[in-house]
Protein backbone atom coordinates (compact mmCIF):
# COMPACT_ATOMS: atom_id res chain seq x y z
CA UNK A 1 0.00 0.00 0.00
CA UNK A 2 1.52 3.47 -0.84
CA UNK A 3 2.26 5.18 2.40
CA UNK A 4 2.26 9.45 2.47
CA UNK A 5 1.55 11.94 4.87
CA UNK A 6 -2.18 13.04 5.10
CA UNK A 7 -2.25 16.90 5.95
CA UNK A 8 -6.03 16.80 5.08
CA UNK A 9 -6.55 14.95 7.99
CA UNK A 10 -6.57 18.17 10.05
CA UNK A 11 -8.84 19.71 8.07
CA UNK A 12 -11.78 17.45 8.03
CA UNK A 13 -14.47 19.54 9.71
CA UNK A 14 -14.93 23.55 10.71
CA UNK A 15 -13.87 22.79 14.42
CA UNK A 16 -10.67 21.17 13.69
CA UNK A 17 -9.90 23.92 11.69
CA UNK A 18 -10.26 25.84 14.47
CA UNK A 19 -8.59 24.12 16.85
CA UNK A 20 -4.92 23.83 14.83
CA UNK A 21 -5.62 27.70 13.90
CA UNK A 22 -2.06 28.76 14.04
CA UNK A 23 -2.64 32.53 14.05
CA UNK A 24 -5.76 34.73 15.17
CA UNK A 25 -6.63 38.50 14.80
CA UNK A 26 -7.98 39.58 17.52
CA UNK A 27 -9.61 43.16 18.03
CA UNK A 28 -7.35 43.78 20.75
CA UNK A 29 -4.76 43.65 18.36
CA UNK A 30 -6.29 46.42 16.15
CA UNK A 31 -5.08 50.54 16.18
CA UNK A 32 -7.69 52.70 14.36
CA UNK A 33 -6.46 55.86 12.74
CA UNK A 34 -8.51 58.96 13.36
CA UNK A 35 -8.39 62.25 11.18
CA UNK A 36 -9.46 64.96 13.72
CA UNK A 37 -10.32 68.71 11.91
CA UNK A 38 -10.31 72.50 13.31
CA UNK A 39 -13.98 73.62 13.64
CA UNK A 40 -17.73 72.49 14.12
CA UNK A 41 -20.23 70.48 12.84
CA UNK A 42 -17.98 68.40 10.87
CA UNK A 43 -18.06 64.94 9.57
CA UNK A 44 -16.94 64.87 5.49
CA UNK A 45 -15.90 61.97 3.74
CA UNK A 46 -12.97 61.75 2.34
CA UNK A 47 -13.54 60.66 -1.25
CA UNK A 48 -10.53 58.53 -1.95
CA UNK A 49 -11.36 56.77 0.93
CA UNK A 50 -14.97 55.48 1.33
CA UNK A 51 -15.89 55.23 5.13
CA UNK A 52 -12.97 57.44 6.44
CA UNK A 53 -13.93 61.11 7.61
CA UNK A 54 -12.46 63.97 8.75
CA UNK A 55 -13.91 64.79 11.99
CA UNK A 56 -14.35 68.37 14.40
CA UNK A 57 -14.53 67.63 17.95
CA UNK A 58 -18.33 67.95 18.50
CA UNK A 59 -18.50 65.16 15.73
CA UNK A 60 -15.83 63.30 17.17
CA UNK A 61 -17.60 61.38 20.50
CA UNK A 62 -20.49 59.38 18.27
CA UNK A 63 -16.87 58.05 16.87
CA UNK A 64 -15.22 57.27 19.47
CA UNK A 65 -18.43 55.61 21.37
CA UNK A 66 -18.72 53.66 18.40
CA UNK A 67 -14.74 52.53 18.55
CA UNK A 68 -15.42 51.54 22.37
CA UNK A 69 -18.43 49.73 21.85
CA UNK A 70 -17.25 47.73 19.03
CA UNK A 71 -14.20 46.78 21.54
CA UNK A 72 -10.90 48.75 19.84
CA UNK A 73 -8.82 49.63 22.31
CA UNK A 74 -6.19 51.90 20.29
CA UNK A 75 -6.50 54.80 18.21
CA UNK A 76 -4.14 57.07 16.21
CA UNK A 77 -4.33 60.74 15.53
CA UNK A 78 -3.67 62.52 13.11
CA UNK A 79 -4.32 66.53 13.07
CA UNK A 80 -5.36 69.03 10.08
CA UNK A 81 -4.98 72.35 11.20
CA UNK A 82 -6.53 75.24 9.63
CA UNK A 83 -3.57 77.58 10.00
CA UNK A 84 0.04 76.54 8.08
CA UNK A 85 3.26 77.99 8.40
CA UNK A 86 7.15 77.33 7.27
CA UNK A 87 8.16 75.35 10.52
CA UNK A 88 4.52 73.78 11.53
CA UNK A 89 4.23 75.86 14.88
CA UNK A 90 0.41 74.34 14.85
CA UNK A 91 1.98 70.66 15.48
CA UNK A 92 3.73 71.82 18.74
CA UNK A 93 1.24 74.47 19.75
CA UNK A 94 -0.51 73.73 23.40
CA UNK A 95 -3.82 74.21 21.52
CA UNK A 96 -3.08 72.33 18.26
CA UNK A 97 -5.75 70.24 16.74
CA UNK A 98 -3.92 66.89 18.02
CA UNK A 99 -3.56 68.78 21.66
CA UNK A 100 -7.20 69.17 21.44
CA UNK A 101 -8.27 65.63 20.28
CA UNK A 102 -5.86 63.90 22.83
CA UNK A 103 -7.73 65.83 25.71
CA UNK A 104 -11.04 65.28 24.52
CA UNK A 105 -10.63 61.31 24.09
CA UNK A 106 -8.71 60.99 27.29
CA UNK A 107 -11.37 63.15 28.85
CA UNK A 108 -14.60 61.27 27.13
CA UNK A 109 -12.98 57.74 27.22
CA UNK A 110 -9.69 57.33 29.60
CA UNK A 111 -9.33 53.54 28.61
CA UNK A 112 -8.69 54.07 24.94
CA UNK A 113 -4.66 54.13 24.50
CA UNK A 114 -3.92 57.03 22.41
CA UNK A 115 -1.42 57.02 19.94
CA UNK A 116 -0.35 60.47 18.88
CA UNK A 117 1.30 60.77 15.11
CA UNK A 118 4.42 63.08 15.24
CA UNK A 119 5.48 64.64 12.56
CA UNK A 120 5.17 67.99 10.79
CA UNK A 121 4.20 67.47 7.38
CA UNK A 122 0.48 68.37 8.46
CA UNK A 123 1.64 71.50 10.06
CA UNK A 124 3.86 72.79 7.00
CA UNK A 125 2.68 74.96 4.69
CA UNK A 126 5.79 73.29 2.32
CA UNK A 127 4.34 69.49 3.29
CA UNK A 128 7.30 67.90 4.25
CA UNK A 129 8.34 66.31 7.64
CA UNK A 130 10.77 69.00 8.85
CA UNK A 131 12.13 72.47 8.77
CA UNK A 132 13.16 73.26 4.95
CA UNK A 133 16.01 75.14 3.97
CA UNK A 134 15.79 77.96 1.38
CA UNK A 135 17.59 76.00 -1.13
CA UNK A 136 14.89 73.13 -0.53
CA UNK A 137 17.12 71.05 1.56
CA UNK A 138 15.55 69.64 4.72
CA UNK A 139 17.22 69.85 7.53
CA UNK A 140 17.97 67.10 9.75
CA UNK A 141 19.14 68.17 13.09
CA UNK A 142 16.85 71.12 13.34
CA UNK A 143 14.08 69.33 12.71
CA UNK A 144 14.72 67.52 15.59
CA UNK A 145 14.12 69.95 17.83
CA UNK A 146 10.84 70.90 17.34
CA UNK A 147 9.54 66.92 16.64
CA UNK A 148 10.73 66.69 20.45
CA UNK A 149 9.05 69.73 21.47
CA UNK A 150 5.82 68.45 19.79
CA UNK A 151 5.87 65.07 21.36
CA UNK A 152 6.03 66.73 24.26
CA UNK A 153 2.94 68.61 23.92
CA UNK A 154 1.46 65.71 22.73
CA UNK A 155 2.05 64.06 26.15
CA UNK A 156 1.39 67.00 28.47
CA UNK A 157 -2.11 67.08 26.51
CA UNK A 158 -2.78 62.70 27.50
CA UNK A 159 -1.34 60.98 25.17
CA UNK A 160 -0.20 57.01 25.95
CA UNK A 161 2.07 56.83 23.08
CA UNK A 162 4.17 58.95 20.54
CA UNK A 163 4.20 57.51 17.25
CA UNK A 164 7.46 59.77 15.18
CA UNK A 165 6.42 58.81 11.48
CA UNK A 166 8.69 61.88 10.28
CA UNK A 167 11.71 59.49 9.56
CA UNK A 168 14.55 62.03 10.31
CA UNK A 169 17.93 60.48 11.55
CA UNK A 170 18.49 60.19 15.46
CA UNK A 171 14.40 61.30 15.97
CA UNK A 172 14.26 58.38 18.28
CA UNK A 173 16.39 59.56 20.03
CA UNK A 174 15.65 63.30 19.94
CA UNK A 175 12.32 62.67 21.38
CA UNK A 176 13.21 60.24 23.88
CA UNK A 177 15.43 63.11 25.48
CA UNK A 178 13.02 65.81 24.71
CA UNK A 179 10.61 62.96 26.62
CA UNK A 180 12.56 62.21 29.57
CA UNK A 181 13.35 65.91 30.26
CA UNK A 182 9.96 67.08 30.23
CA UNK A 183 9.23 64.49 33.53
CA UNK A 184 7.75 61.16 30.37
CA UNK A 185 9.85 59.17 30.75
CA UNK A 186 6.82 56.40 30.98
CA UNK A 187 5.72 57.46 27.54
CA UNK A 188 6.77 55.09 25.16
CA UNK A 189 7.94 55.82 21.01
CA UNK A 190 5.94 53.46 18.58
CA UNK A 191 9.08 54.33 15.95
CA UNK A 192 7.66 53.91 12.23
CA UNK A 193 11.30 52.53 11.88
CA UNK A 194 10.50 50.83 8.74
CA UNK A 195 8.69 53.71 6.30
CA UNK A 196 9.57 53.33 2.40
CA UNK A 197 8.77 56.36 -0.37
CA UNK A 198 5.43 54.59 -1.16
CA UNK A 199 2.81 55.16 -3.74
CA UNK A 200 0.00 53.66 -1.35
CA UNK A 201 0.52 56.57 0.59
CA UNK A 202 -1.64 58.66 -1.62
CA UNK A 203 -5.06 58.79 -0.41
CA UNK A 204 -3.76 59.55 2.83
CA UNK A 205 -2.07 62.72 1.55
CA UNK A 206 -5.63 63.78 0.25
CA UNK A 207 -6.81 62.91 4.04
CA UNK A 208 -3.79 64.82 6.15
CA UNK A 209 -3.88 67.89 3.37
CA UNK A 210 0.40 66.66 3.46
CA UNK A 211 1.23 66.76 -0.22
CA UNK A 212 4.95 68.02 -0.68
CA UNK A 213 4.63 71.43 -2.57
CA UNK A 214 8.00 70.72 -4.03
CA UNK A 215 10.06 67.93 -4.51
CA UNK A 216 9.48 64.38 -2.80
CA UNK A 217 9.72 62.49 0.33
CA UNK A 218 12.74 60.17 -1.08
CA UNK A 219 15.74 61.73 1.21
CA UNK A 220 14.43 61.03 4.16
CA UNK A 221 11.87 58.12 3.49
CA UNK A 222 13.29 54.48 2.11
CA UNK A 223 14.17 53.09 -1.16
CA UNK A 224 11.04 50.33 -1.71
CA UNK A 225 13.59 48.18 -3.10
CA UNK A 226 15.84 48.06 0.01
CA UNK A 227 15.56 45.75 2.92
CA UNK A 228 18.78 45.28 4.63
CA UNK A 229 18.63 49.10 5.25
CA UNK A 230 15.37 48.72 6.62
CA UNK A 231 17.13 46.52 9.46
CA UNK A 232 19.57 48.93 9.71
CA UNK A 233 17.17 51.61 10.63
CA UNK A 234 15.36 49.33 13.07
CA UNK A 235 18.29 48.95 15.05
CA UNK A 236 19.59 51.93 15.40
CA UNK A 237 15.68 52.91 16.67
CA UNK A 238 16.06 50.20 19.36
CA UNK A 239 19.71 51.40 20.15
CA UNK A 240 18.00 54.93 20.72
CA UNK A 241 15.00 53.87 22.73
CA UNK A 242 12.26 52.47 20.79
CA UNK A 243 9.52 50.57 22.50
CA UNK A 244 7.54 49.72 19.00
CA UNK A 245 8.63 49.00 15.91
CA UNK A 246 6.42 49.59 12.85
CA UNK A 247 6.63 48.80 9.17
CA UNK A 248 5.05 50.63 6.56
CA UNK A 249 3.08 50.48 4.13
CA UNK A 250 2.09 46.70 5.20
CA UNK A 251 1.11 44.38 2.09
CA UNK A 252 3.97 45.12 0.05
CA UNK A 253 6.23 44.57 2.45
CA UNK A 254 5.20 41.36 4.61
CA UNK A 255 9.10 40.48 4.54
CA UNK A 256 9.93 43.30 6.28
CA UNK A 257 7.61 42.62 9.24
CA UNK A 258 9.13 39.03 9.00
CA UNK A 259 13.00 40.35 9.41
CA UNK A 260 12.23 42.37 11.67
CA UNK A 261 10.46 39.91 13.92
CA UNK A 262 13.20 37.37 13.72
CA UNK A 263 15.47 40.33 14.16
CA UNK A 264 14.42 42.28 17.87
CA UNK A 265 12.45 41.27 20.59
CA UNK A 266 9.76 44.09 20.79
CA UNK A 267 6.43 44.67 19.34
CA UNK A 268 6.43 44.98 15.66
CA UNK A 269 3.48 47.14 14.44
CA UNK A 270 2.42 47.03 10.41
CA UNK A 271 0.30 49.53 9.07
CA UNK A 272 -2.06 48.66 6.66
CA UNK A 273 -2.26 52.35 4.42
CA UNK A 274 -4.63 54.22 2.90
CA UNK A 275 -3.83 53.24 -1.00
CA UNK A 276 -3.93 49.55 0.60
CA UNK A 277 -7.59 49.99 1.78
CA UNK A 278 -8.77 51.94 -1.08
CA UNK A 279 -8.21 49.36 -3.47
CA UNK A 280 -10.04 47.08 -1.93
CA UNK A 281 -13.03 49.60 -1.11
CA UNK A 282 -12.95 49.98 -4.72
CA UNK A 283 -12.83 46.38 -5.98
CA UNK A 284 -15.47 45.10 -3.23
CA UNK A 285 -17.94 48.51 -4.82
CA UNK A 286 -17.22 46.99 -8.34
CA UNK A 287 -18.04 43.53 -7.13
CA UNK A 288 -15.34 42.29 -8.20
CA UNK A 289 -13.92 40.55 -4.76
CA UNK A 290 -15.34 39.57 -1.44
CA UNK A 291 -14.40 41.94 0.76
CA UNK A 292 -14.61 40.69 4.43
CA UNK A 293 -12.36 37.23 2.81
CA UNK A 294 -9.55 39.40 1.63
CA UNK A 295 -9.65 41.74 4.83
CA UNK A 296 -9.28 38.89 6.83
CA UNK A 297 -6.72 36.87 4.74
CA UNK A 298 -4.99 39.79 4.86
CA UNK A 299 -4.90 40.55 8.36
CA UNK A 300 -3.65 37.31 9.01
CA UNK A 301 -1.08 37.44 6.65
CA UNK A 302 0.15 39.80 8.78
CA UNK A 303 -0.01 38.39 12.19
CA UNK A 304 1.34 35.17 10.09
CA UNK A 305 4.55 37.62 8.80
CA UNK A 306 5.03 38.60 12.53
CA UNK A 307 2.96 42.11 13.41
CA UNK A 308 1.76 42.06 17.42
CA UNK A 309 -0.46 45.10 16.35
CA UNK A 310 -2.26 46.38 13.26
CA UNK A 311 -2.71 50.00 11.83
CA UNK A 312 -5.87 50.44 9.64
CA UNK A 313 -9.17 51.92 8.49
CA UNK A 314 -10.64 48.23 8.14
CA UNK A 315 -10.31 48.42 11.93
CA UNK A 316 -14.30 48.61 13.12
CA UNK A 317 -15.68 46.51 10.28
CA UNK A 318 -13.29 43.98 11.76
CA UNK A 319 -14.02 44.15 14.99
CA UNK A 320 -17.83 43.56 13.60
CA UNK A 321 -16.75 40.26 11.78
CA UNK A 322 -14.84 38.86 14.77
CA UNK A 323 -18.14 39.71 16.86
CA UNK A 324 -20.21 37.49 14.35
CA UNK A 325 -17.76 34.97 13.97
CA UNK A 326 -15.48 34.64 10.86
Given amino acids: MLHYDRHRRLRQSAAIRDLVREHHVRVEDLIYPLFVVEG???????????GVYHFSLDKLGEELDEVVQLGIRSVLIFGVPNEKDHCG?????????????IRFIKESHPQLVVIADNCLCQFTDHGHCGVLH????????????????TAVSQAKAGADIIAP??????????????????????????????????????????????????????????????????????????????DFLMVKPG????????????????????????????????????????ERGVVMETMVGFKRAG????ITYHAKDIAKWLQGGL
Fill in 40 to 50: ENHKDEIPSMP
Fill in 165 to 242: SNMMDGFVAGIRQALDEAGFINVPIMSYAVKYASTYYGPFREAAHSTPQSGDRKTYQMDPSNAREGLREAASDVAEGA
Fill in 307 to 310: ADMI
Fill in 134 to 149: ESGELLNDESLTLLGK
Fill in 251 to 290: LAYMDMVLRLRESFDLPIVVYNVSGEYSMVKAAAANGWID
Fill in 89 to 101: SQAYAENGIVQQA
